[in-house]
């Protein structure tokens, strides 16, 4: 019998997009969050008698500012050395954008495979072979899984690879693959990274993509960590998952219909909070609350929307290690149908266009021409993770909703008030 650990997407000090515009963010903590992850990983592989360590790619985010990013793994790696771990990897997509990691030498029980060809790293005395290939440049479309040659059957075959597989959102469409091509190699596990979050591909064979191994940002949420396979006889007897994360980002839903006052909803606020707490562990939280229903208080929000968003934000802090990212209202009046009138009145009509209007369609580089020819001097990396100008379907809708308010109270003359 034998065990390893899979992970991927390190993304070692990855810088910290749009945190800037917070001026309460956490930003040191978030910035060494990548490293602390690591370290559990290092930790978890110890502590499990893990026989060897297979990394999936992207290690790194592209270049350095300085050669400290590569210093800190190296130590690692020695850890694992003298824990008798040796460690099998391949460059993805941001570990190939980096000159400074071309040149890094690495410790002796690191294996980086290539990226010409597909080659095979043999450990003999668990009768395992290890199948890899690296990415030659950031963007690499080509189907990779040709190169890989067939499996032993006298042994327990892996291959590591990083692909989008068939495509996943939100990822670029990097060394695309099927699952019949994967099949195709008689290996026993499939090694895969690129996709941030984890998923269970198949299990005849094992094809898993672990996820990263620390969210950072707020489209990474929930547990991250690394699989821990367990394999006998020459299958594979056991899939678990462990955290490795030690900042959780959490999107965090609270339907207001039963509360009558913004003191209940406070309460329930500071409640769900909590119990999102304790799901990640006691891990510091970095949350966007989403504040989500029919409630009576709609205009009272809306009305007085940064008073509520600071007395949220007090309930934040005194729960101690939760950062608001953000406070979202999406919140719906009771009667909302019927304060736009009739059907044939000018504001209904105007409603239901807006309603109607399939901003998910367009993008707002087609919506406002000129935005294109400003998203094409920006630098690739800055649209790599989330491209401002083509917002996902959450943030369409929500810019949906805000119109329509908008437009109700302007037409109205600032709406009723409740008391």
Known sequence: MFRFLHAADIHLDSPLKGLEQYPDAPV???????RRAFD???????????????????????????FNTGIF?????????????????????HDAASQITRSLKLPDNVTLFPHRN??????????VAVHGRSFSSRSVMDDLVGSYPQGDPGLFNIGLLHT?????????????????????????????????????????????????IQGRHIRETGPKGCTLVTADEGRVIAVEERELDVLRWVLCRVDPLRCDTTDALLDHVRETIEAERAKAGGRPLALRLIVEGITSLHNRLHDNQLQWSEEVRA???????????KIVLKTRKHSQSQEWGSDDSPLHALMQSVENFQLEQST??????????????LPPELL????????????LVLLRDEVKELLAAKIAGGGSHEN
Not at 28 to 34: D, N, T
Not at 189 to 210: M, T
């Open 28 to 34: 040191e903590q978030i910035r060494l969050a990548a």
């Open 40 to 66: 559990n990983l290092v930790e978890t592989a110890i502590d499990e008698k893990a026989d060897f360590l297979l990394l999936a790619g992207d290690l790194y985010d592209g270049d350095w500012k300085d």
């Open 73 to 93: 793994f190296i130590n690692r790696m020695g850890r694992l050395r003298d824990a008798g771990i040796p460690v099998f990897m391949v460059s993805g997509n």
């Open 118 to 127: 597909a080659e095979t790293r043999n450990i003999e005395h668990l009768g």
């Open 164 to 212: 989008s597989l068939n495509g996943r959102p939100g990822h670029e469409p990097y060394a695309p693959c099927t699952l019949d091509a994967l099949r195709s190699k008689g290996y026993r596990y499939w090694a895969l990274g690129h996709v941030h979050q984890r998923e269970v591909i198949c299990s005849d064979p094992w094809v898993v993509f672990s996820g990263n």
């Open 315 to 325: 309930v934040a802090a005194n729960l101690g290690d939760v950062w608001l990212e």
């Open 364 to 377: 707002l580089a087609g919506l406002v021409p000129e935005f294109e020819r400003l998203r094409s001097r």
């Open 384 to 395: 790599a993770e989330h491209d401002p100008f083509r917002p996902d379907e959450d943030e």
